[in-house]
């Protein structure tokens, strides 16, 4: 069996312009678990250059872009066909990688700190992956939450997470219904000092108008000439006296002047 194997990969990795029924083996492929970017692209690390990543990505990227894969067998290093889901990715990865080294700051955060990157073993071995366990898979139980690289993929994560997404959703609501309150509430109070100051506007208008009509029918006095001299000695009286003795005799005093003024128009006062 392990003979027929290796011939078969053996068999494979030699064909590359062959049909597109016959299996192709990429030999170059890392088969051993959580590779590193070097490791996908068949790198060393010591003899990086930006030349020879463009090459090496450019060369893999033929035989994994999903327009060009769907149409080709390949086979992992078991042997095992891979499928279309397999084959993208892979692509993935291997575009991940590549977008990792070519970015100089982000492969010196790799070199250094190990982070930016995130591998999937299902790729590689195509084996069932094996959930975490349920005392630590309380927020996330995907693959992705346990392979978060930093904190950026992390929030990355949680902007993807529909319970995070509904969450978000809430308060947005509740800051909405905040808002629609207040508004709610400045209008309903610049109703009310708008309908104030027209009640008040009004009020003034009418005290006006009222005392605008007394002016003009002299507050109730006649209008004759006798009238208008009568009332100017009694004014001139009011402001020279204030007892009424002296009010009594001055009154008379004011109807002999206008006896001797008026003559026979003379017209007695009334009150």
Known sequence: MQTSLKLLIRRASTINNSSAN???YHSEWPSHKNPSPYDVLNIKK???DPKTLRKRYYQFAKIYHPD???????????GDRLSDDHKNERFKLLTNAYTLLKDEDKK??????????ETNEQILTRSHYRKPSPAYATQYDNYAYWNAGSWEDYQNLREDDPTT??????????????IIFSATIQGWMLLNSVEKTLMESKKVHDDTEADLGLVYMNYGYDQSRISRFRRFLWFRTFGLYRD???L????????KILKQ??????VEYDD
């Not at 060009?68 to 067998?73: Q, Y």
């Not at 003024?261 to 003379?266: A, P, Q, R």
């Open 68 to 78: 060009i894969s769907k149409n080709s067998t390949l086979i992992n290093h078991k």
């Open 108 to 117: 010196n955060l790799y070199d250094q700190f190990r982070m930016g990157w």
């Open 165 to 178: 997404r509904s969450e978000k959703m809430k308060i947005l609501a509740a800051l909405v219904g905040i």
């Open 22 to 24: 016959d299996p192709f």
């Open 244 to 246: 009424k003795e002296s």
């Open 261 to 266: 003024v008026f003559g026979k128009d003379y």
């Open 46 to 48: 010591s003899e990086f």
């Open 248 to 255: 009594d005799e001055s009154h008379l005093e004011n109807e």
